[in-house]
């Protein structure tokens, strides 16, 4: 399957494990990802809270870009991004004094005819895709899937699965044979973007969201959002002081899918994590000869 | 001198400016009640307008508004309840659906769609009456006379 | 031609039905309506691209010599089944008291009488939208059914021109078209959606439109005849092909299907159950034009 | 010849000051067909009335026109003056030159110009008008009733206590409805069954009501004063007649698993049942889905299954071969009070516009109830005999959660409109479960408190004052279970905290809905609904318990939520319209009505289409020897409104409108 791909500024500094792990084992899985010639930034960071028309316009200039170079699906990874793109492209759609408009600050035609499609909803359509092509299966793993807040919502513009209660990554992790588990933070907000303004509160609704992955005993919480990683993975250390309990690993959606397909954890990026991986990546290594088996 | 030649001297239009003719069709619960109410309350308007009741603007066919051009007619109102407010439920309804064909047609038949106005008037908007009666006749006199129409007739080959 | 024929002579044979309305060869190399009601009749009928006519009038209800023939089976191409779903619609026809047989069209000529073959240059106008498909009314399906490839109707480029004219030139130009009708509505006639037992154009008390053929009388019958239509129209363009004074009148059909499928999305629809626009509402139907 | 007399008003001077009234009867004057044409200072006076007499009978006028004020002012004044010349009411009309012309213009000569038209517009129309007489039918006195909740059951009382028969319809085994599920009733605390009881035995006694419980509305046919109602007795299995409601059948039932309709799925009752012990009628019915000798039926075996009940019966009352039957009942007037039922937060709903809650795990997080659920609990006949306890293990829980609005105003769950009732239940619910718990601590989520009412708002405030129920405003953002505990995640909007806490259970307020099914009796009933399925009022304001169908009237929480005084007020008040109705042996209507030229119709059946009323018919034209020859519309006078949508409609103009025929309208433009 071929689709445009959207990877936003997080997929190239932060996020540099999720986009390296998605390109490493896109191929594996018949996934081709053509990057959007000349795209340019969402508008995520503060432009939708301080001009409506920017905030269209931005991911909008992506989206033409996108129906120029004959792209019918664009594949947003980063929650953000995706959240930004198909606000952009349903109002867009709804609206068509709003397409005039934005057409003429864009100074080139745009229908929003391209779809906007999350990673959770590409990888679960190809679960198939994935099942066939796992080489180390990562049975007796449990994993808590997180999906945070853009991913799903809000309702209108990310329609393509139930908002209030999604299964998608729960979907993908079993395809790569592991066991997701059931828990109850899965959508819970974990801070977004005041890591660094309201540390307090991230800190408070990360630690709640990490002990109750612990509680429902997961190996390690899966996200598919940049900002969930950084806030779940860089900040866990604090989040659990003075708290009992082992670290939880903080993963993309891609490094699991990647490690199911037998790609290197290095090369997967997962070195790179602040919660240390090498526990995690100890588990999948021992369990094969069983797995296997089962 | 007759009172017929006494109303021809001091008529507006002698002044020199176009007073156009507009027929209104407008229904008898919302509309109709609603221009009672800018009476009672004295709202001032233009005088061109005459003005036929009808039960309900679903009783509103669109050969009214032909005819009445053909009776020179240099404008025409149609006028009804909101939707939602129809006494008898759905006549604006079905109205409003022929309508919105009529005022495409016109526009195509390259009939100026400005000469009609179709507003919704309660019975509670005397002053909006006024004010769709003043807006038409305005913007009807800045058209001009319809003689596209009522030179049809003379005009047949 | 021999399929249609053969279930024709069944038909008739059995006394399945009385009458079957197809196409036979008429004077000049065209084809013209024909009434079979003997098995031995059957074998006079045609079907190629001259058969132009919309045989679903003839199950009109005006057309009470047709009726006499007994339970009719009428032969239709695609362009036909809309305007026979649209009496059914109407209960001008009850979908049981006819048999209907469908035929594989790939298309009909404009002009018949021009003895040319189909082609793009010559194909009628309502072809090049149609799918050819077979109807689902049909009872008998006559040939495999195919698509006429022929580009987008010419009518619409046409519209297209007027539309970018100003409302005088507009104006103008309807009645320069209409300054030519001579009120023979023979428009009327020959619509098979025109089933009044009385017109209301023939209506004299209280007449609301002037029946002698002047400019004025003329805009009023086309306008009321285009309301009369909008959203029952199947755009089977025979008003057109017949008038004899050549008024573009698809044009107007034309326009109103356009206004009834992008206001009320509604198109001509060959399933007598999916209801008209007209006689129908929706709560939000778009009102930007009423203030 | 038309001989029509002109009579221009002066007003006093609210017409004469602007509008030259003499010009304008003497320019009328020259009109042809217009034989007399006066002015005067006071038409709608004495001697004004009396002008107008007698010059229909001095010049025999055969048409009226009055040029005045609006004629929803005095066209009843001076059409009865007409009639009182002798001449046909309809033949007189109104020009409005007051309110339309004298009134909103300045200019003397424009505003005379202005009045000579309209007064010529409605001589020409009146030339046209045909002497109308008022349309009579028969009325049947007798009414029906649909639904046998607390607003059926008063609708019905006070019919029958007005001296007229009543058919009171309900679709349970028992009337009595919500009312008799719930416990205490704000704002009083006063037992539900307690007020309710003495009600359901005086229907079931009253001389004049004829009641049929287990039974729906299959069809209707007619029109005001004459509806046809056919009724669906359901088969009970039990010969009312011979039961004497001894309970023996529901003792030996063995099948006792089944929850309990009545008690919201927390009591048991058998598969013959009577709902409840205060049931009217106490007969009992057999629920055949889950009887074991019936599902062996279903199942086609031929061997009979237990029948433990049929042998039990003393009076040999259990009859499990009866059918269902149908019954005709004529009625002149209908009362719709079919109630309501609850918002399930359920993954599956019954409508798309309605979407559940996943965020409170679709229903699936034990003791989370809704509300009457907790009725049921709180109420001393109920499954735990009054004691709060929780479904799942039956511990008394010490801490309470109820939601406000679960599902109500809450568009992206599918419903706008408030509930109503819900801040005054949960309020009520505090304090019942103060009373019962004393150390319990409840606890409210609201959006606001709508408490408006006599005692209402003073009811609340006891709650949160007297009985300590902490109310917090905000929403809950997810629930789930959490070991021994309900966990909740919320908010405090008026603090702007976060907020996360334990319940032992949680009450959901969920939104009151229109019962199942409304959609097709509003068909049957051709009354118009709203898309949540609530029957219409005819007017908001003004007509709130008629419906745009004459001769069906609403009372109740079918038509909106509503309270119980609420829906008892609407219901005696739909029993005065009946009254009102059924006093008279025949109705009068205005003649205003659509006639078809039969001649003439096409049989296209577009006005038929376009009737909000349902007036149109189909008519069968036959020849001398009985052959039908064809069909036409036909209008039926009793029905038709007099809207006139179908008249434009109508492509052969084969319809006309008395009062508003073409012939008038176009007279009146030609003479624009």
Known sequence: MKIGYFPGCSLHSTGREFNESLRLFAPAIGLELEEIKDWNCCGATSAHATNHLLSIALPARSLALAEEQGMSEVLAPCAACYSRLRTASVELRENPSLQKEVSEVLERPIAATAEVRSISEVLSRMTADIRGAVVQPLAGLKLACYYGCLLVRPPKIASFEDSEMPTSLEGIVSACGAEAVHWDRKLDCCGGGMSLSRTGSVIRLGRSIVSDAQKAGAHAIVVACPMCHSNLDFRQRAMLKGQEGEVVPVLYITQIVGLALGLEPEKLGLRRHFVKTAPFIQRITTVPATAQEA | ?157 | MNELRQLARKLLADKTVGVVIGYEEGQGAVTRPSFATSPEQAEKLVFDARCVQNLASYLSPRRSTVRSLGKPAVVVKACDAKALAGLIREAQVKREDVVVISVACGGVLADPRSGKALSEAMVADRCRDCDGAHTSLADHKVGQAKAPAFGSPKVDARLAELQAMTAPQRFAFFKSVFSECTRCNVCREVCPMCFCARCMADKSEPQWIESSPHLRGNFAWHMLRAMHLAGRCVGCNECERACPAGIPLSLITRKMQKVVSERFGYSPSDDPNVPAPTGAFRLDDAQEFIR | ?672
């Open chain 2, 1 to 157: 001198m007759s009172t017929a030649t006494a109303i021809e001297n001091k008529s507006p239009a002698s002044a020199g400016r176009f007073e156009p003719r507009i027929a209104a069709f407008v229904c008898n619960w919302c509309t109709y009640t609603g221009a009672d109410l800018a009476g009672t309350s004295r709202v001032q308007m233009m005088p061109n307008v005459r003005m036929v009741r009808l039960p309900c603007t679903g009783r509103i066919d669109t050969a009214f508004i032909i005819k009445a051009f053909e009776r020179g007619a240099d404008g025409v109102i149609v006028s009804g309840c909101h939707p939602g407010d129809c006494h008898y439920s759905e006549g604006n309804y079905h109205a409003r659906r022929r309508f919105a064909m009529f005022k495409e047609l016109m526009n195509f038949m390259g009939i100026d769609e400005r000469r009609v106005t179709f507003s919704w008037v309660s019975a509670s908007e005397g002053r909006k009456w006024g004010d769709v009666v003043d807006e038409t006749i305005e913007r009807v006199r800045a058209l001009g006379p319809f003689d596209d129409y009522k030179t049809l007739l003379e005009e047949t080959p």
């Open chain 4, 1 to 672: 010849m038309s001989r029509i007399g002109v009579f221009v008003c002066h007003c006093g001077e609210n017409i004469a000051r602007t509008v030259d009234t003499a010009a304008v009867a003497q320019e009328c004057g020259k009109l042809p067909g217009v034989i007399h044409s006066v002015d005067y200072k006071y038409m709608c006076s004495d001697p004004g009335q009396l002008m107008v007499k007698q010059a229909i009978a001095e010049h025999k006028l055969t048409g009226v026109v009055v040029a005045a004020c609006s004629p929803h002012m005095h066209e009843k004044t001076f059409r009865r003056a007409t009639a009182g010349a002798g001449l046909n009411p309809f033949l007189c009309e109104m020009a409005n030159v007051r309110e339309h012309c004298s009134w909103i213009h300045e200019s003397r000569t424009a505003a005379t110009e202005k009045a000579i038209d309209a007064t010529r517009m409605i001589v020409e129309k009146v030339k046209r008008n045909a002497p109308l007489s008022p349309i009579h039918i028969p009325v049947t006195r007798r009414a029906l009733v649909i639904g046998g909740g607390i607003a059926g059951i008063q609708a019905a009382l006070d019919i029958a206590d007005g001296g007229r028969e009543v058919v009171l319809v309900e679709k349970e085994p028992s009337i009595g409805g919500h009312m008799s599920q719930l416990s205490e009733t704000f704002p009083t605390l006063d037992c539900s069954q307690c007020i309710l009881t003495p009600r359901m035995v005086e229907a079931f006694q009253h001389p004049r009501i004829k009641l049929y419980t287990y039974s729906e509305v299959e069809s209707v046919d007619g029109y005001i004063g004459n509806f046809k109602v056919t009724i669906r007795k359901k088969a009970r299995s039990v010969d009312e007649a011979n039961c004497n409601g001894c309970g023996a059948c529901q003792a030996v039932c063995p099948n006792k698993k089944i929850p309990s309709e009545f008690d919201a799925g927390l009591g048991k009752r058998s598969a013959i049942y009577v709902p409840f012990p205060q049931a009217v009628p106490n007969i009992p019915v057999i629920d055949r889905e889950r009887c074991s000798y019936f599902r062996a039926k279903a199942k086609g075996s031929t061997k009979v299954v237990c029948g433990k009940c049929a042998e039990a019966c003393g009076k040999g009352a259990v009859h499990f071969d009866q059918q269902d039957t149908l019954v005709t009942e004529d009625v002149g007037a209908i009362v719709v009070a079919t109630g309501y039922r609850l918002y399930d937060i359920g993954k599956d709903q019954d409508s798309e516009l309605l979407k559940g809650y996943g965020e409170y795990g679709y229903g699936t997080v034990p003791d989370v109830i809704d509300g009457m659920q907790f009725e049921r609990l709180a109420s001393a006949s109920g499954p735990t005999a009054g004691k709060i306890l929780r479904p799942s293990d039956g511990k008394e829980p010490t801490s309470v959660v109820f939601l406000q609005c679960i599902g109500s105003r809450d568009p992206s769950k599918g419903i706008e409109y408030c509930s109503k009732i819900c801040c005054m239940y949960v309020a009520k619910h505090t304090m019942l479960y103060k009373h019962k718990v004393h150390h319990g601590q409840a606890t409210v989520f609201y959006m606001d408190i709508r408490a408006a009412g006599k005692g209402y708002d003073e009811f609340t405030r006891r709650a949160i004052e007297e009985d300590g129920a902490r109310y917090v405003r905000g929403r809950v953002s997810r629930l789930y279970r959490d070991g021994e505990v309900i966990k909740i995640l919320g908010f405090d909007t008026l603090s702007g905290e976060p907020i996360e806490m334990d319940a032992d259970m949680v009450v959901l307020a969920t939104a009151m809905r229109p019962q199942a099914g409304m959609a097709e009796l509003a068909q049957k009933l051709s009354v118009s609904y709203d898309k949540h399925g609530f029957i219409n009022e005819a007017h908001p304001k003004l007509r709130p318990v008629e419906t745009n169908t004459a001769g069906v009237f609403v009372a109740g929480a079918c038509q909106s939520p509503r309270d119980i005084p609420d829906s008892v007020a609407m219901a005696s008040a739909t029993a005065s319209k009946i009254l009102g109705l059924l006093s008279n042996e025949q109705l009068e209507r205005e003649p205003t009505v659509a006639r078809v030229d039969e001649s003439t119709c096409s049989a296209c059946f577009h006005c038929e289409r376009v009737c909000a009323y349902g007036a149109v018919e189909h008519k069968d034209i036959r020849d001398r020897s009985g052959n039908l020859v064809r069909v036409v519309a036909s209008v039926n006078k009793g029905v038709c409104q007099g809207c006139g949508t179908c008249l434009a409609t109508c492509p052969s103009k084969s319809l006309e409108l008395d009062g508003f025929t073409d012939a008038q309208i176009h007279a009146a433009i030609m003479a624009f």
